[in-house]
């Protein structure tokens, strides 16, 4: 949800906000703390990192009600937490799950949009769903050199894998989705996960991060110009990042035949994310004997979430569970 670079805009004065902007653009309802009251539908909030050295007062983002994007963050996350909704109907023994990951540029999160509406309509179909709120770049990466995006939601693959016996989870239908740049973070986390280790101390450790299957919405795939989109990069990587550190996040680079398969949905109305995004990534899975499906729809623009009204892009959750029922992700009663 970024402000496009000339070169790909229809007409300039009809520009997409970001969501940074829209943070003071839009009409808002006021501000509220991260942990002030459940989203609807949502059961619980955990943290990634029970441990991490956070102090309490900085624990809390501030979410503004916007009128185009619903809830989006305010301000730097510094603690990184997962919204859990529970299947909202009877679900099998055991069911699939899924860790969704807003977008916003890599300088906020579509916490409503791109985190809650579809958690709700996923769990309404028998997925328990955790939206992660997943700490947000500052135009550099950390000392340790991994994007703190990219560390956040491995942590959360891991975290759910490991508690999916509470959950009824089949710990082997664990995906990932990412609308937006957090379809780069969903992304990442299908080309760079990490094995378990069955000696660590930590129950999450002793599994894989590696998503058993990935749904990405508009996804910010690449880092590589000229298809890029700028401001997401110096965002992630700062404003000098290298060829080999642009080549490692961009998800199309790194896909191999133990990447996850993949549903792929974008809109050809969408004039901020270049479509080679998405079908380059779509091409880099074929080539590499990983099942994929890349659902092209004629309108609905940039960040649509759900579906925009009145567009076929309406049709993606739909066409995704089918897909998923067909891969074995979902139950073949799941959707109806």
């Known amino acids: 949800m970024r402000i496009p670079s000339r070169r790909y805009m229809i007409n300039p004065l009809r520009r997409v906000i970001t ?22 539908g949502a059961s619980a909030i955990i943290p990634v990192w029970p441990r991490l050295d956070v102090p309490a007062d ?33 679900a099998a023994a055991t069911h699939g799950a899924i860790v969704i990951c807003p977008g916003g540029g890599y300088t906020g999160e579509a916490m409503s949009l791109e985190g809650f509406r579809p958690a709700r309509w996923f769990a309404r179909r028998g997925f328990t769903c955790f939206v992660l709120r997943y700490r947000l770049p500052l135009r550099m990466l950390p000392k340790k050199g991994v994007a703190w995006p990219l560390v956040d939601v491995r942590e959360a693959v891991r975290l759910v894998r490991s508690k999916a016996e509470k959950w009824h989870i089949n710990p082997a239908d664990i995906g990932v989705m990412g ?17 378990g280790n069955p000696s660590a101390v930590s129950p999450a450790r002793r599994v894989s991060s590696r998503p058993d299957f990935m749904v990405l919405v508009y996804p910010v795939i690449t880092m590589m110009r000229p298809y890029d989109l700028p401001g997401c990069t110096r965002q992630l990587l700062g404003p000098h990042a290298g060829l080999n ?92």
């Not at 969501?19 to 609807?40: E, F, I, N, Q, Y």
Request: net charge positive; charged share 20%; proline share 8%.
């Open 58 to 90: 900085e624990r809390h983002t501030t979410l503004k009600n916007t009128v185009a994007y619903g809830r989006v963050t305010v301000g730097p996350i510094r603690w990184p937490e997962l919204t859990v909704f529970r299947p909202t109907k009877q």
């Open 179 to 195: 609308f937006s740049a957090g379809g780069s973070v969903a992304a990442l986390a299908g080309v760079h996960w990490q094995p």
């Open 245 to 336: 550190l642009r080549r490692y996040y961009s998800a199309e680079q790194n896909v191999s035949a133990g990447t996850p398969p993949a549903y792929i949905a974008f809109a050809k109305s969408d004039k901020i994310v270049p479509h080679q995004n998405e079908r380059e990534f779509y091409a880099a899975l074929r080539r590499n004997g990983v099942p994929a499906m890349l659902d092209e729809f004629k309108h609905g623009r940039h960040a649509f979430g759900l579906g925009r009204p009145g567009t076929d892009s309406v049709l993606w959750p739909h066409r995704c569970m089918v897909w998923l029922r067909q891969h074995g992700f979902a139950p073949p009663s799941a959707g109806r």
């Open 19 to 40: 969501l940074a902007a829209t943070a003071t653009l839009l009409l808002a309802a006021g501000h509220r703390g991260w942990s002030a009251s459940l989203p609807m």
